[in-house]
């Protein structure tokens, strides 16, 4: 029964992995002689069961030859195998392939004419060999021998996954073929027993089984889906098998007796409803669990580009952006750690990283060696080189390049995965999907990044531009202050003695210390005049000083007309005295009218007149006008300041009219008590 078992187990393994594998990729050499090679195992392992089966030398005769045949069909495929696996490809010529079918079809008819061996018996005892036993030895020995030589050296010349490929697949030939020659050739031929036949399905399963291993963990031919529905229908059979033959044997003995046909047909139409509704629930079941297994690291692509597009498109900003897609990536397809490199004009200005117990740095060296790859490098399939020792030292598993427009935008790098798997061909295509669109979605951020770090600088030179001004016009308030100050007091310090020059001067002039003659009474009075011009202009610095200082306050309330003139006698003495300076034909005319509630008095003389350009200067502190026809005006320019001063303190108004060539009028207003 256990013979039965694993020999069932076998040949069902062998015939699923080879139909699955052939229709995964029909066009592959490869997978085509992989699907005659296990089918023609699959055929010999029932084909050798025979053997120890049969009761009469004539069928047990029969079997040997057609397994002798089988033995020399398996010796070819697996050389063809070899020859393609893993490029997928031969260069083999058609006067190639006439030899090896040729010789192969040739001793196969030596077989079934009993030239190879010329007798059996029954029950494993074991076979006499003819005449062209050596040449199957010689045969297996160029072809299965061959296979092995052509395995070996690809072995020794691959690397990476290729070579892991390679190393299960050379393991379980290995193992298999040697066991098969054991027990199947030598036992037979010199021992004269076949007793040990019957553990050729255990040789295979161990064959089955590397190639198994290599799918599920290093992509061998890119069947794991195969191998996965393998397993669950062939346990779902089993189980069916066994349940329903219990079920099937307990029913009966209750229920079937050879008298009641009726009740036969009864429990066979129970069993096959219950195998019906059954059946779906179960399957769905093994699936689950087999996927368990052999897709416990699996992942929604779809799901996981689409929740990366979201993160991509929701910030601008670089941090989250990077972070967020490392941070993805690492928790869908567990990985052990992961960095975004960024490049800038050959550079590394930056490295974003998740999970490094400390950034990872790289030197210039190694960057442009990593960056002289135009593919994703795996380590896996990377020969020994100084990039791989790169990516060895940094325990990297796959390196992808982000590029924007044929720019080097910088380099994913991604750790070992959690479950120590290698990188699957599910996960080389995210990472290939990923790269262009995490590149242009890192160089949008890199732009948002610059045009923010620009004005934050912008906004600190703004910050600090504006700290000087203020410092400066503190300093410049001061300075000011400092100078009224001093006018203040220069201005008091200058009347006194001023006062005392103009009472003498008016003593002398007005004969007290005796008479003078006339020429020195002409110095004498343009002395008095300009002393007393000085005083005038002691005065309004003075006042200017007491405006600026808040020592002169205006207190608005009823008055007389007569005596507002009176008391803006100033105001008026100034305007008065410009308009006559400037006044060289004409006259000047003072009028006063009410208009919205304002008293308005205006100054119009018929002189030169100024210029637009000119005009704003007139009320700003020691400012005058330029022009030849304020040549002769002389003046200290503190007149108008002053007048503006106090009006404007009276909450009134000043300004002027003025067209060069035609004169001009002073408007002051001030308003009118409610």
Request: with cysteine.
């Amino acid at each position: 029964m256990f013979t039965i078992i694993v020999l069932l187990t076998a040949v069902c393994g062998n015939l699923f992995i080879s139909l699955f594998t052939l229709l995964k990729n029909p066009k592959s050499a490869t997978n085509r002689l992989f699907f005659m090679f296990t089918f023609v195992i699959a055929v010999y392992l029932v084909s050798n069961y025979q053997i120890n089966q049969q009761s009469t030398d004539l069928t047990a005769f029969f079997w040997v030859k057609l397994v002798m045949c089988i033995a020399a069909l398996i010796n070819i495929f697996f050389y063809l195998l070899v020859a393609t696996f893993p490029k997928q490809r031969t260069n083999f010529t058609f006067l190639s392939y006439v030899i090896i079918f040729g010789t192969t079809f040739g001793l196969m008819l030596a077989s079934l004419t009993g030239f190879i061996f010329i007798s059996a018996k029954p029950y494993g005892g074991g076979g006499i060999p003819g005449p062209a036993m050596p040449l199957f030895l010689l045969h297996t020995v160029i072809f299965l021998g061959g296979g092995f030589w052509v395995l070996i050296k690809k072995f020794k010349h691959s690397f990476g996954i290729e070579k892991i490929q390679i190393k299960l697949f050379l393991l379980g030939a290995v193992f298999m073929f040697l066991s098969l020659l054991v027990t199947n050739l030598l036992f037979v031929l010199i021992f004269k027993t076949s007793a040990f036949i019957d553990l050729l399905p255990v040789y295979t399963l161990i064959f089955v089984t590397c190639i198994s291993y290599a799918i599920i963990k290093h992509r061998f031919l890119d069947i794991r889906l195969v191998v996965a529905r393998t397993v669950s229908y062939t346990l779902l059979i089993g189980l069916f098998g066994l349940f329903y033959a219990f079920l099937f044997a307990i029913l009966s003995s209750l229920f079937i007796s050879t008298s009641l046909e009726l009740r036969t047909v009864g429990v066979s139409t129970t069993l096959a409803l219950v195998m019906a509704f059954s059946f779906q629930p179960i399957r769905r079941l093994l699936e689950k669990i087999t996927d368990s297994v052999f897709y416990k690291e699996n992942y929604d692509i779809n799901k996981l580009l689409y929740n990366l597009a979201l993160i991509m498109a929701s910030t601008l900003r670089l941090e989250e952006v990077t972070h967020g897609i490392l941070n993805e990536i690492l928790d869908k397809m567990r990985i052990s750690k992961g960095a975004f490199i960024l490049i800038e004009k050959d550079l590394v200005f930056d490295i974003k990283s998740e999970k490094y117990k400390q950034v990872p740095s790289f030197s210039e060296e190694e960057i442009k060696i990593l960056d002289q790859s135009h593919s994703t490098l795996i380590f896996d399939e990377l020969e020994e080189s100084e990039l791989k020792n790169i990516l060895r030292k940094q325990e990297l598993s796959v390196v992808a390049h982000l590029r924007t427009e044929g720019k080097q935008v910088g380099l994913l790098i991604l750790g070992n995965k959690l479950s120590g798997d290698i990188f699957t061909e599910q996960d080389i295509r995210l990472i290939e999907i990923l790269t262009p669109e995490a590149a242009i979605a890192i160089q949008n951020a890199k732009a948002y990044e610059e045009i923010r770090r620009f004005n934050i600088t912008l906004q600190e030179e703004v910050n600090k531009a504006t700290k000087d001004l203020q410092e400066a016009n503190i300093k410049l308030q001061e300075l000011d202050k400092l100078k009224d100050e001093f006018v203040s007091l220069a201005s008091h310090e200058l009347r006194t003695p001023m006062t005392a020059i103009k009472g003498s001067l008016s003593t002398i002039l007005d004969g007290y210390t005796g008479q003078i003659n006339a020429s020195t009474k002409e110095f004498l009075t343009a002395a008095f005049n300009e002393n007393d011009r000085l005083i005038r202009l002691v005065n309004n610095l003075l006042n200017i000083s007491r405006i600026e200082a808040g020592r002169i306050t205006f207190t608005i309330t009823k008055i007389d007309l007569d005596k507002l003139i009176k008391e803006v006698k100033e105001i008026l003495i100034n305007l008065i005295g410009n308009a006559l300076k400037f006044t060289h034909q004409g006259g000047v005319t003072v009028s006063v009218f009410e208009k919205d509630n304002m008293i308005t008095t205006a100054v119009s003389d018929t002189g030169h007149g100024i210029a637009k350009e000119d005009q704003d200067l007139l009320f700003k502190k020691f400012s005058q006008v330029k022009g030849s026809y304020a040549k002769q005006s002389g003046g200290t320019g503190l007149g108008l300041y002053i007048s503006k001063k106090m009006i404007e303190g009276m909450k009134g108004n000043i300004w002027l009219e003025s067209e060069v060539g035609k004169g001009s009028t002073f408007y002051f207003s001030l308003p009118k008590a409610l």
